[in-house]
């Protein structure tokens, strides 16, 4: 039986679903049913400034509300983004929040709802530390609208926040996070430029990826992201190329589908991704795309059966750690991303730093082998 995955329909998995062609429209409704008037709405400045935002900002307005837009937001959020935002959403005396946009967006928004009534420092909310038990204060009515499909963000129970100064990133975990509802409108990922697409796409397949390879257990985790897997592979290269309504939501459920399934847990290219982020200012799934070929040839001698699983998920012939790899190192190149990171200006006076970063990165702890310092500084030298 064939889904017609633009439809509108409600699923709640792992919170209330909205998903389907034009279902942005029920936002405004949805807000002022439950009594809220002054919605915050998160976005970066980038996307603020499109028709798309300004379109849904007056339709808001439209249903009577009074939203104030927090922007400041940067490529890879800070504390001082989340600090700035909490108090924009108590200056205008804001009564919910609106995560509205990309993984950025939802991480900020999501931390932002945090702080409202949480007087302790954000990182001692550290996930590392513990930190959800000093979670006991109220949280904002908090909503999500995810404008890319690549983290899956909108249905998340974390967020991931730089230090300024160090720029080491920080995970603040609580279930208490997770979105009341999302409104997953593919309609809204139409105008995504290619390379954007392209690289917030293999993000998605690569927590989809992770999730099934990470040591943990979770078989009810693997199925999500086989099915996650399969619907990226369906749509990727046509989303970034000739893209249409079929190809987008299939994009963006199996983005929902990834950040679902790696609550089982991630590995070692997030480890390796996240230093780039925070030291080169790479766009997050750019730096996933780049390392997840040489992340897989890291865990291929104690992955085989599973690589062998996905070549029969996204319908390869040969099925093998080997012809995982070169498809992953195949679609990459049909939708432009670059193949090192030598095109990214990294060199050789940065694997040290990048290594000790990854090292300390919690993502490779369920990661199927273990990663050492010399792992890590070999897989960033031969990415080069």
Request: aromatic fraction near 8%; charge should be neutral; charged fraction near 25%.
């Amino acid at each position: 039986m064939s889904i017609n995955y633009s439809e509108r329909k409600n699923f709640n998995f792992p919170t209330s679903i909205r998903f389907g062609k034009g279902i942005i429209d029920e936002l405004g409704p949805h807000l002022k049913d439950l009594g809220f008037k002054r919605p915050l709405i998160v976005s970066d400045t980038a996307f603020t400034k499109l028709s798309t935002f300004k379109n849904v900002f007056e339709l808001l307005k439209k249903t009577d509300l009074s939203p104030t837009v927090f922007s400041e937001i940067d490529k890879n959020p800070t504390k001082s983004n989340v600090i700035m935002g909490g108090d924009t959403y108590h200056k205008n005396n804001c009564d919910c929040i609106v995560g509205f946009g990309g993984g950025a967006s939802m991480d900020v928004a999501r931390a932002i709802a945090l702080r409202a009534y949480h007087t302790r420092d954000l990182f001692d909310f550290d996930d590392m530390k513990g930190g959800d038990i000093f979670v006991t204060e109220e949280i904002p009515y908090f909503v999500t609208v995810p404008t890319t499909s690549g983290t899956g963000s909108e249905v998340g129970r974390s967020t991931v926040i730089a230090d300024d100064v160090s720029h080491e990133k920080k995970i603040l975990f609580s279930p208490r996070l997770l979105a009341k509802k999302v409104f997953a409108d593919p309609e809204l990922t139409m105008d995504l430029p290619s390379f954007v697409t392209a690289a917030t796409g293999i993000d998605a397949l690569t927590h989809n990826v992770e999730a099934y390879l990470s040591k943990g257990f979770s078989p009810l985790c693997d199925g999500v992201a086989l099915e996650g897997v399969r619907l990226i592979s369906q749509s990727l290269e046509q989303a970034c190329k000739s893209p249409d309504i079929e190809s987008r939501s299939k994009m963006q459920m199996g983005s929902l589908m990834g950040a679902t399934a790696f609550q089982k847990g991630l590995g070692i290219v997030h480890s390796l991704a996240h230093p780039l982020s925070t030291v080169i200012d790479m766009h997050h799934g750019l730096a996933n795309a780049i390392m997840i070929p040489f992340g897989m040839e890291f865990n291929a001698p104690v992955c085989e059966q599973r690589m062998s699983t996905l070549c029969e998920v996204v319908g390869l012939k040969e099925k093998s750690s080997r012809a995982w790899i070169s498809w992953l190192k195949e679609l990459n190149s049909k939708i432009g991303i670059p193949l090192n990171l030598s095109s990214q200006k990294v060199t050789k006076d940065h694997i040290e730093r990048l290594s000790n970063l990854a090292l300390h990165d919690p993502c490779h702890g369920s990661n199927p082998r273990e990663v050492k310092i010399e792992d890590f500084k070999a897989i960033y030298e031969k990415a080069l």
